[in-house]
């Protein structure tokens, strides 16, 4: 069984930084963070896989966000620049088990964590 949590939301104003983290217990082939705004989708933000460490990041993020990882730890992070208004959501960690595939769409992904608020504003 894959058990997750993410920690390190809050309110953050434009231009600002927060570093999410996701604790991860059990087996997982990939993990990856996944958005979602009041009334909008789930949206894919970034994502790695284990067997290579490539990693994969969501057109709207890419150059401000970056996901690393501590074996050590057992621990995700996603460290986020430069926030704008509109990266407001719920931030979700989610895990991946027997895909090898490197991708962003959430029906790949077989475990969620409960999620944790990321508020930009001024």
């Known amino acids: 069984q894959v058990q997750l949590a993410e920690s390190g939301g809050g309110l953050v104003q434009p231009g600002g930084s927060l570093r999410l983290s996701c604790a991860v217990s059990?087996?997982?082939?990939?993990i990856g963070w996944f958005r979602q705004a009041p009334g909008q989708g789930r949206e894919g933000v970034s994502c790695f896989r284990r067997i290579d460490d490539r990693t994969l990041y969501g057109d709207s993020v890419k150059g401000r966000f970056t996901i690393s990882r501590d074996n050590a730890k057992n621990t995700v992070y996603l460290q986020m620049n430069s926030l704008k208004p509109e990266d407001t959501a719920v931030y979700y960690c989610?895990?991946?088990?027997?895909?090898?595939?490197?991708?962003?769409?959430?029906?790949?992904?077989?475990?969620w964590g409960q999620g944790t608020q990321v508020t930009v504003s001024s």
């Open positions: 989610a895990a991946s088990r027997g895909t090898s595939a490197l991708s962003l769409s959430p029906h790949l992904y077989n475990y």
């Open positions: 059990g087996f997982t082939s990939a």
